[in-house]
């Protein structure tokens, strides 16, 4: 009778908490994460969505064979967040090593999609609309086509750096997060609010680059196989 009452309180908890018997890696049900690398009982049986709400406060999971990449899942303030220990988000302008809590404005490549055309747009800053790409096979190996638009008529023209004119095929080291079977992401690098090109995340990188990429931040950049915390960007204009 004394085992039946205690399954049944351990279901009622996992009922209220939203957690499953199952494991995010596969691991024992009701096996601690310290043990064999399983996740507690009270985890979901599927990545969390940050900012959804969680129970109890101060649990942690983790979906991924590699925690380097997908990060630590916790439960803060009756809230996931993803955490990864020892790597910057951007914008940071304080030291390497802090925690990183998500990486929700991290730009990726799911999948390869075609690009609008921009012939004949209404466009503004004296731009003729004009499109190197429409889809990635219009540009060289190691290209991918970014779409971007032309400033329209009547918008405010960018001060120091050129005006969009139409897509563009830019330099990159993968085309979609199938190509980065380490992590699975192909994530963009912006310079000075402008795509720089796509490249994998990894296990071993400093930092997680961010849409915003404005002055006097911290940059994050690929360099030597990984993205790498660098020094403050200065953005013209």
Same mark, same amino acid.
């Given at each position: 009778m004394r085992i039946l009452t205690l399954v049944l309180l351990s279901t009622a908890f996992l009922a209220a908490c939203g957690?499953? &018997?199952?494991?995010? +890696?596969?691991?024992? %049900?009701?096996v601690d994460a310290t043990t064999d690398g399983g996740?507690? $009982? *009270?985890? $979901?049986? &599927?990545q969390p969505t940050a900012g959804t709400a969680c129970c109890p406060n101060g649990l942690?999971? @983790?979906y991924s064979p590699n925690p380097a990449c997908s990060g630590y899942w916790d439960c803060t303030g009756g809230t996931w967040r993803q955490t990864f220990p020892g790597v910057a988000c951007m914008p940071d &302008?304080?030291?390497?090593?802090?925690?990183?809590?998500g990486t929700s404005d991290v730009i990726h490549r799911a999948q390869a999609t075609a690009c609008p055309s921009h012939v004949g747009a209404d466009?503004?800053?004296?731009? @003729?609309?004009? =499109?190197?790409? +429409?889809? =990635?096979? #219009?540009?060289? $190996?190691g290209y991918v086509c970014q779409c971007e638009a032309p400033i329209a008529a009547g918008q405010p023209c960018p001060g120091g750096v050129p005006a969009p004119s139409g897509n563009v095929c830019? *330099?990159?080291?993968? +085309?979609? #997060? *199938?190509?980065? $079977?380490a992590c699975g992401v192909c994530q963009a690098q912006y310079t000075c609010n402008q795509v720089g090109g796509y490249h994998c995340?990894?296990?071993?990188?400093?930092?997680?680059?961010? %849409?915003s990429g404005a002055t006097g931040i911290n940059a994050c950049t690929w360099a030597s196989g990984q993205w790498t915390l660098t020094g403050p960007v200065a953005c013209p204009g």
């Amino acid at each position: 009778m004394r085992i039946l009452t205690l399954v049944l309180l351990s279901t009622a908890f996992l009922a209220a908490c939203g957690g499953t &018997s199952s494991t995010g +890696l596969g691991g024992d %049900a009701g096996v601690d994460a310290t043990t064999d690398g399983g996740n507690p $009982p *009270a985890c $979901p049986g &599927s990545q969390p969505t940050a900012g959804t709400a969680c129970c109890p406060n101060g649990l942690e999971c @983790t979906y991924s064979p590699n925690p380097a990449c997908s990060g630590y899942w916790d439960c803060t303030g009756g809230t996931w967040r993803q955490t990864f220990p020892g790597v910057a988000c951007m914008p940071d &302008s304080g030291p390497m090593g802090g925690n990183c809590h998500g990486t929700s404005d991290v730009i990726h490549r799911a999948q390869a999609t075609a690009c609008p055309s921009h012939v004949g747009a209404d466009a503004g800053c004296g731009i @003729t609309p004009h =499109d190197q790409c +429409l889809m =990635d096979a #219009d540009c060289g $190996p190691g290209y991918v086509c970014q779409c971007e638009a032309p400033i329209a008529a009547g918008q405010p023209c960018p001060g120091g750096v050129p005006a969009p004119s139409g897509n563009v095929c830019i *330099a990159s080291t993968c +085309l979609v #997060d *199938a190509d980065c $079977p380490a992590c699975g992401v192909c994530q963009a690098q912006y310079t000075c609010n402008q795509v720089g090109g796509y490249h994998c995340q990894t296990p071993t990188d400093e930092c997680y680059p961010s %849409a915003s990429g404005a002055t006097g931040i911290n940059a994050c950049t690929w360099a030597s196989g990984q993205w790498t915390l660098t020094g403050p960007v200065a953005c013209p204009g």
